[in-house]
């Protein structure tokens, strides 16, 4: 039987292209599905969906830059700065999408379940291993810098670990706090200036200046006392990237000095 004119005839190699196109696609889709859940990326945030106009101290084509990914190739550390409800954990876990979605490796974390893990692993001796566990991904996140403060204890303990990831893995940091406000977080200057002499080295830092998102619609419900307390945080000036790693009077990995 000769078809009727004008209707298209599905060749069986175009059949099986077809079907070959799908079961990629689900077989992508399932992968990508579960390297979210292993990352902790419960909450999905894309670029796409962030708020540009909302924020107009971020440069748009900057943050864009961003997810090419190069930064987790150089091995970088991102550092979001900005009052609460300016976008910062949004843009992480975009890019934490992006990462993943390129096939790369990703965990995500606030700050205090992160010391927290590490504190649960070195009273049961698997210190050792979990700092292994947080440095075998390529991009790792760490979200709330500054939201509540550190123990002494606490501290060394993620120092220890950015120690263990400097120059060999990306990291992307949020904070509320400016720099100069890391020795009253971690309780220690000491402990803060040997954390942001390796967190600063190979950095990109991005501040943000605005409103809370979130209060866009109550802000004059504020207090203005509370209002003051989300003051932007400021970029500190660029210097000259340094390269290699820092001289041998550099703290050592457990105790700062």
């Avoid at 079961?23 to 945030?45: C, D, H, S, W, Y």
Wanted: glycine content about 6%; hydrophobic content about 45%; aromatic content about 8%.
């Amino acid at each position: 039987m000769t078809p009727d004119a004008g209707v298209k005839v599905t060749q069986p190699y175009e059949l099986l292209e077809q079907l070959l196109a799908e079961e990629r696609q689900l077989r992508e889709g399932r992968r990508i599905k579960m390297a979210l859940l292993t990352a902790r990326l419960t909450v999905l945030k894309t670029l796409e969906s962030f708020d540009f106009r909302f924020q107009p101290s971020l440069d748009r084509h900057r943050i864009l830059a961003l997810a090419s990914l190069a930064f987790i190739e150089r091995r970088e550390v991102v550092h979001f700065l900005g009052p609460p409800g300016t976008g910062k954990s949004h843009l992480a876990l975009a890019l934490g999408l992006e990462a993943v979605r390129a096939g790369k490796s990703v965990y995500f974390t606030p700050l205090a379940d992160l010391v927290g893990a590490l504190a649960k692993a070195e009273r049961e001796g698997q210190l050792r291993e979990r700092i292994r566990f947080y440095t075998c991904n390529a991009l790792l996140i760490i979200d709330e810098i500054g939201y509540l403060p550190l123990a002494p204890r606490s501290a060394n303990l993620f120092f220890q670990l950015v120690n263990a990831r400097y120059e060999r893995g990306a990291l992307i940091l949020t904070s509320n706090r400016g720099f100069g406000e890391w020795a009253e977080i971690f309780g220690d200057p000491v402990v803060a200036a040997a954390l942001l002499d390796r967190l600063l080295h190979h950095a990109i830092v991005i501040a943000i200046e605005g409103a809370s998102y979130r209060l866009r619609e109550h802000a004059a419900l504020v207090p203005e006392p509370l209002r003051s307390v989300t003051r932007p945080v400021r970029e500190p000036p660029r210097e000259p990237r340094r390269r290699g790693r820092p001289p041998k009077s550099a703290p050592p990995a457990e105790t700062p000095e």
